[in-house]
C-alpha cells in the first residue's frame, strides 16, 4: 500500500462526494468541474493534505472559491475517511488532517510487506529494459562509467519496485574501428616487448594506456615470440581473440565488485554475424527511408522524421557504420526481444545522437520518440582536499573505477554518485565520502539504522519484550515527533514510485537522510524504554518499522544496513 496515494485517492473521493452533494441540494451549481488538486503543503501547519479545488472552480461555477470551500466543507463526510477535520484557510484552500487509524494503518504496512516495503503497482506496468555503462572494452572504466552504473543500477531498481517488469543490460562494442584499433595497438605493444621498443613506431592513434601494455606483457608469457611468425590475419586474430574477453571479464569483475549485475550481456558483433544489420538497413530502404550518394554511400532520410540533418548508414566503402549498428541494437529490444521502453543512459556528450536514434525507429515503425527514454548524465568532478582529483595515487594515470575502489568502500561509492540527479553536474568529495561522522550522508544514515539495532538488542538484554507487531497497540501514537516519525517511514512507497516516475533515483538518498534525520529527532525527544508498557510497545514497533524502510532504502540504493557501527 501506499499511505500517500490512498490519502490522496480518500482526499479526492471525499471533495467529488461533497459537491456532487452540494450540487444535488441546490446549493451550488453543476459544471464542468476539473480533477480535484490535492497535494501535501509544505508548511504542516495548513495540515497534512491541501486542495484547491475551490478556486479551481470559480470560474467555471461563477461563484467566489470561498463560497465553494464553506458549501463542500458543510457537505463532507469523514465517517469512512483517512481524515479527522478539514479546515478552510485564504482565498478557498481545504486543510486536511489525517486521523489515528491511517498513522496506525501506515506502520502496521510496514509490518505485512516487510523486506517488500515500499513495492508498488503502477496501473499501467510495462516490460522495460535499462541499458548502462556499455563501456568500450577496449581499456578501464572511468568515472562516467562508475555515475552511470549506479544511476542505471538503482533507476532500474525503483522501477522494479514500482510493478515494471525490468532487464538490466550492458551493450559490449566488440566490432568496429575501435576493435581493430585496440588490437593493433596490443600488437604494437607485443612487438614492442618482443623485438624492443625501437623495433615499431607506436601510432599516436592507437590505445596508449598501461592497460595495453599488461595486454601484450601477457602474451608474450603465452606465446614468447611465436607470434612474430603468424600471417598478420592470424596474429590479429589471436590478438582480438584473447584481448577482448579479457577485458570483458575484466569489466564483469569490476562491475560485480561494485554491486552490479546485468541480467543480459549483448554483443555488437552478433548483430553483424547474424545478419541483423544489415537486414534492418534494407528494411529502413524498402520503406523509402534511404537513399544512396553517386559514391555509393547509403544514408537515413533523417530529416523526413525531424533531425537537422542526414545520416550516413553504409560508408562507400561498404561498412556499415556505428549508427547502423545501433539502429539494428535497438530494433532488435523493440521488435526482437519485446520491450514497451527502452531507458538508455547516455553521457551529455552524446545528446546529438538521442534525437537521430529516434528518428530512426521512427522510420522502422517502432515509435522511437516516446518508447525510447535517454537519460543523459552530467560529468563528474573528483575532489580531495579541496581540489581536482584526475590521477591516482597508485599509478599516477587518470583515475579508473577500480582506483576509486581501492581508496574509498564501494557504499560510499554507490551512494554519493547516486546523490544528484543525472541532468545535474557533480562533485564528489572523497575526504567527506570516508569521514566517520554525521556530515557524511551515507554514514548519518547507516548510523541511524545502527542505533535502532543497538535500542532493539539493549531492550532484549534488559528483559523488555519485543512487540507482536500483528497485535501492538499503536493508538497511542499521538505525539507529534511519533506522528512524524511515522508520516516520514510512510513516505517511501510513493518516494519509489516518483523516483521511477521522474527516472530520478538520486530521490532515494534524499529520502533516506530526511528519514534517518526524522528517528535521530524522534529518539531524541521521546523514551523508548519506558515505565508504559503498551507506550514502550508501540514505540518499539515505530523503531522496527523505521529499520525496515531505512534498510530497505539502503537496499535500493546497493549499499548495506549495518547492526553496527
Not at 238 to 267: C, H, Q, S
Request: with cysteine; net charge negative; proline share 4%.
Amino acid at each position: 500500500m501506499n499511505a500517500y496515494e490512498f490519502a490522496r485517492a480518500e482526499a479526492t473521493r471525499v471533495v467529488e462526494a461533497a459537491y456532487h452533494k452540494a450540487v444535488a441540494a441546490g446549493v451550488l451549481p453543476e459544471g464542468d468541474i476539473p480533477p480535484v488538486a490535492v497535494e501535501t503543503p509544505k508548511d504542516a501547519a495548513n495540515g497534512d493534505w491541501a486542495s484547491t479545488f475551490a478556486m479551481q472552480c470559480a470560474k467555471p461555477l461563477r461563484t467566489a472559491p470561498r463560497k465553494i470551500a464553506e458549501t463542500i466543507v458543510e457537505n463532507l463526510d469523514l465517517a469512512d475517511s483517512c481524515f479527522d477535520t478539514v479546515e478552510i484557510a485564504g482565498p478557498g484552500f481545504m486543510n486536511f488532517t489525517l486521523n489515528q487509524g491511517w498513522y496506525e494503518k501506515a506502520v502496521k504496512n510496514v509490518f505485512e510487506m516487510g523486506a517488500d516495503y515500499g513495492r508498488t503497482q503502477t496501473p499501467a506496468p510495462e516490460k522495460v529494459m535499462v541499458e548502462f555503462v556499455s563501456a568500450n572494452p577496449t581499456g578501464p572504466m572511468h568515472m562516467g562509467n562508475a555515475r552511470g552504473g549506479v544511476l542505471g543500477d538503482c533507476l532500474a531498481a525503483v522501477l522494479d519496485w514500482s510493478g515494471n517488469t525490468v532487464t538490466r543490460e550492458f551493450y559490449i562494442n566488440d566490432a568496429g574501428n575501435q576493435v581493430d584499433k585496440f588490437a593493433h595497438s596490443v600488437e604494437g605493444r607485443y612487438i614492442q616487448e618482443v623485438r624492443g621498443e625501437d623495433a615499431i613506431e607506436f601510432d599516436p592513434s592507437w590505445y596508449q594506456g598501461d592497460d595495453i601494455k599488461a595486454l601484450a606483457h601477457d602474451l608474450v608469457g603465452q606465446y614468447g615470440d611465436s607470434l612474430l611468425d603468424k600471417t598478420p590475419e592470424e596474429r590479429f586474430a589471436i590478438i582480438e581473440g584473447y584481448g577482448l574477453p579479457t577485458n570483458i571479464a575484466r569489466m564483469e569483475r569490476d562491475l560485480g565488485r561494485y554491486k552490479i549485475n546485468y541480467d543480459v550481456w549483448f554483443r555488437e558483433s552478433e548483430l553483424h554475424e547474424s545478419g541483423y544489420v544489415k537486414e534492418t538497413i534494407d528494411i529502413l530502404t524498402e520503406k523509402g527511408a534511404t537513399y544512396e550518394t553517386t559514391d555509393g554511400a547509403l544514408w537515413l532520410r533523417s530529416t523526413d522524421f525531424g533531425c537537422d540533418k542526414d545520416d550516413v548508414l553504409r560508408r562507400a566503402n561498404g561498412f556499415y557504420t556505428y549508427f547502423a549498428a545501433d539502429i539494428a541494437y535497438h530494433r532488435n529490444k523493440f521488435e526482437k526481444r519485446g520491450f514497451d521502453r527502452v531507458i538508455n543512459i547516455w553521457g551529455a556528450d552524446h545528446h546529438g545522437h538521442v534525437k537521430r536514434l529516434q528518428c530512426a525507429l521512427d522510420a522502422l515503425g517502432l515509435d522511437g520518440s516516446h518508447r525510447l527514454e535517454i537519460v543523459l548524465m552530467q560529468l563528474v568532478r573528483m575532489m580531495q582536499g579541496g581540489e581536482v582529483v584526475r590521477m591516482s595515487k597508485r599509478t599516477g594515470k587518470s583515475l579508473t573505477l577500480t582506483d576509486l575502489l581501492d581508496e574509498i568502500p564501494v557504499d560510499a561509492a554507490r551512494f554519493f554518485f547516486n546523490s544528484r540527479a543525472a541532468e545535474t553536474q557533480m562533485e564528489f568529495d572523497l575526504d567527506l565520502a570516508v569521514k566517520q561522522d554525521s556530515d557524511n550522508p551515507l554514514y548519518y544514515v547507516q548510523y541511524a539504522h545502527a542505533r535502532i539495532c543497538s535500542v532493539i538488542k539493549n531492550c532484549v538484554e534488559g528483559g523488555v519484550p519485543m512487540p507482536d507487531t500483528a497485535a501492538v497497540d499503536l493508538s497511542v501514537l499521538t505525539g507529534a515527533d511519533e506522528r512524524q516519525l511515522v508520516k516520514a517511514i510512510a513516505l517511501l512507497p510513493e518516494e519509489i514510485a516518483q523516483a521511477a516516475q521522474s527516472r530520478d533515483p538520486s530521490r532515494l538518498n534524499k529520502y533516506a537522510v530526511a528519514l534517518a534525520q526524522q528517528f535521530h529527532h524522534f529518539y531524541n525527544a521521546c523514551r523508548i524504554k519506558c515505565e508504559d508498557e503498551k507506550l514502550c510497545a508501540a514505540r518499539l514497533a515505530l523503531c522496527l518499522a523505521a529499520r525496515q524502510a531505512i534498510a530497505n532504502t539502503l537496499g535500493l540504493i546497493g549499499v548495506e544496513a549495518p547492526e553496527t557501527m
